[in-house]
């Protein structure tokens, strides 16, 4: 169809998701994007862009990946979709879940199956005060949750995120959810005696789980110290808290290992995850649980577990996680991060070099963030006024980088997810680009 038209249909019915509906019916779409190959998106107007966020940090094997297009038609063609509802199963999904069990955290061996994110955490927190309920413990409800977290925006998973915005919409949707201060900028020392005062204040005894990013995505890239996590959970550990990682960014390779949280060497009671189990191409995620809770829910849960989503288990979903999976392996995608990731971190260095108003840059495997200052030896920002992180992405745009930026309390972040299959000359493209980038944008202050 004509580009014109399609502008113009889009603004007429297409409400987008975390999107400004009055930007889209004054400017259109961004851009309507028509294909991917690799790293790279093209639009409608066949300008070429680099995903150097792997579109919403998910796309971890990269587009246009033939196998994994197999991989659903096979399936589809023999069952593309059954209940796992009343003890049904299929084969891909009984196969996945061991598959994940396998490359999890040890000890974490029992998988239950969601549409993406947002659901897994809901799961993650109703699942935690079942586990509690059925220990009969009910009064163990509360969820905590740290300042600036992004976990989603389904009920649970709105209230248990830490950037207030999500909340101006419908309201906090549940109440007993608190939050704790960030690790990143206060330090272990700080954010733990904020966690222990929260937990404390409210009564270790109605506390259910504390849920955290091992590294905040949304919330700017935002890396805790190395020993913030084996304080949590000795916290955790003292007061009887699960401990909820939620992997939905990290999972998969994205931090040069499986999962974020082995980064901090702690094992947490439950992961969620979502994004990179399926690459994006197709909606899929869900919830691990330690050998310790399946053992409660196998010998207390007793009745129907009144939970679940008609298309947890999907066939088709697990026959395209399962292949993602082994690409990730094949192609050691994981290891390809971790290397990577130092090489996007030497070029996020050289920028601080060279441009005076880079800040505190950072990266753990192809997870990173670059942030720009008015005064990188003060850390004095610029005013949210000048809307420097976003005149950057528009920057990048105009060079062919897709990325995304942070912007809150005067804080101004350009986040960086680029596909685990990147190579060295992609990310030294990507870098100089976003070195231009930030150049002009610095120039035009002045
Ligand atoms: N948790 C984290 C850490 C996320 O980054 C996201 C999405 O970006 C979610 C949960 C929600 O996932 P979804 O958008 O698939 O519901």
């Known amino acids: 169809m004509e580009l014109e038209k399609l502008i113009e249909l889009d603004k007429k019915h297409f409400i987008h998701p975390t999107s400004s509906i009055q930007q889209q019916q004054a ?12 790293i790279y998106l093209t639009d409608k107007n066949d300008n070429v862009y680099i995903d150097a966020m792997s579109s919403l940090w998910n796309v971890n094997v990269g587009h246009g990946r033939e196998e994994l297009v197999e991989a659903a038609a096979e399936q589809m063609k023999k069952l593309a979709f059954s209940s796992t509802f009343s003890t049904f199963s299929n084969e891909p999904a009984i196969l996945l879940a061991e598959k994940i069990s396998s490359i999890a955290p040890k000890g974490l061996n029992a998988v239950f199956f ?3 994110g947002s659901e897994s955490n809901d799961t993650a927190i109703k699942l935690a005060r079942h586990y509690w309920r059925i220990q009969d413990k009910p009064e163990k409800r509360k969820i905590i949750g740290l300042n600036r977290a992004y976990h989603g925006v389904a009920a649970a998973s709105t209230s248990a995120t830490g950037i207030p915005e999500f909340w101006s919409m ?9 939050h704790a201060d960030n690790p990143y900028g206060n330090g272990t020392v700080k954010a733990i005696q904020s966690l222990r005062s929260v937990i404390e204040s409210e009564g270790p005894e109605t506390v259910a789980a504390f849920i955290a990013e091992p590294i905040q995505g949304a919330g700017g890239v935002l890396i805790p110290p190395k020993d913030y996590f084996q304080e949590v959970r000795n916290l955790c550990d003292d007061y009887g808290i699960l401990f909820i990682a939620d992997e939905v960014i990290t999972g998969f390779g994205r931090t040069g290992k499986w999962f974020g949280i082995e980064n901090y060497g702690v094992t947490p009671d439950v992961i969620s995850f979502a994004k990179g189990v399926s690459s994006g191409y197709i909606q899929l995620g869900g919830v691990i649980v330690s050998d310790q809770i399946h053992d409660v829910l196998k010998d207390k849960s007793s ?3 009144f939970h679940g989503y008609t298309y947890s288990g999907h066939p088709t979903a697990a026959a395209v996680g399962l292949k993602n999976i082994e690409i990730l392996e094949e192609e050691e995608l994981v290891e390809n991060s971790r290397a990577m990731g130092e090489v996007m971190l030497e070029g996020f260095n050289k920028l601080k070099e060279d441009l005076d108003i880079v800040g505190d840059v950072r990266a753990i495997g192809l997870l990173g963030a670059v942030e720009l200052v008015e005064d990188p030896a003060l850390n004095k920002r610029f005013s949210r006024d000048l809307q420097v992180a976003p005149k950057v992405i528009e920057a990048l745009h105009q060079r062919g980088v897709i990325c995304r930026a942070v912007t809150y309390e005067d804080t101004d972040i350009i986040c960086f997810s680029p596909p ?16 231009d980038a930030i150049k002009e944008v610095r120039n035009g202050l002045s």
Not at 27 to 38: L, S, T, V, Y
């Open 303 to 305: 009745g129907t577990l």
């Open 420 to 435: 685990l299959i990147i190579n060295k000359k992609q990310i030294e493209t990507m870098t100089e680009k976003l070195h």
């Open 27 to 38: 400017n259109g779409p961004k851009a309507i994007i028509k294909k991917g190959e690799g």
């Open 114 to 116: 969601t549409s993406g």
């Open 170 to 178: 419908a309201g906090k949707m549940m109440v007993d959810i608190y």
